[in-house]
């Protein structure tokens, strides 16, 4: 698969612990948020995403946390499994540019381990 | 099946000579992205359309042109490919206000 997750920050856990992935985001007036996953050899795949007028909100197995005055992101996933293992990276949209205007953080890889 | 298309997946070229990469997408998005991913910078954004004959740069246009003629086609164009251009490249789709879908990316090297 494609090398994109050389020197990355790794998060390793054991199979069916929770794990928790954070990001600083850089723009305070951005609003929208976005949690993707990228499984090697493959496209970022949208997770969940949470807008500025929320502090938290839950999917299936995983919950996104805001908060705006630190701008931190985190990615909460529940029961982790080895399938979740991938290179994990938050979006921030700041003002401009609509909703296509992206801004991605550098990524984490969680490992997932048996 | 709803799904962003890029072709060529692998791409191996020399300085200087045009090249084209296709984006299409079967789901009547209005958004459509280009972003490079390199190792330790995560995806940045080259180049966006908001809709027909709307684009606008990102955060790493040079080097790069896009049209859009129709809707459900992007291609990213590199007149004069340089080997710092070698890389990772998605494109993504949205409708508007919605999240981004990505393609499966095309990886180009750049001899």
Known sequence: GESVGLHLPTLSVQEGDNSIINCAYSNSASDYFIWYKQESGKGPQFIIDIRSNMDKRQGQRVTVLLNKTVKHLSLQIAATQPGDSAVYFCAENPPGGGYNKLIFGAGTRLAVHP | ?111
């Not at chain 2, 709803?2 to 990469?21: D, E, S």
């Not at chain 2, 079967?26 to 910078?41: A, C, I, K, V």
């Not at chain 2, 992007?74 to 981004?100: K, V």
Request: aromatic share 10%; charged share 20%.
């Open chain 2, 1 to 111: 099946e709803a799904q962003v298309t890029q072709n060529p997946r692998y791409l191996i070229t020399v300085t200087g000579k045009k090249l084209t990469v296709t984006c299409s997408q079967n789901m009547n998005h209005e958004y459509m992205s280009w972003y490079r991913q390199d190792p330790g910078l995560g995806l940045r954004q080259i180049y966006y359309s908001m809709n027909v004959e709307v684009t606008d740069k990102g955060d790493v246009p040079e080097g790069y042109k896009v049209s859009r003629k129709e809707k459900r086609n992007f291609p990213l164009i590199l007149e004069s490919p340089s080997p710092n251009q070698t890389s990772l490249y998605f494109c993504a789709s949205s409708r508007r206000g919605d999240t981004q879908y990505f393609g499966p990316g095309t990886r180009l090297t750049v001899l």
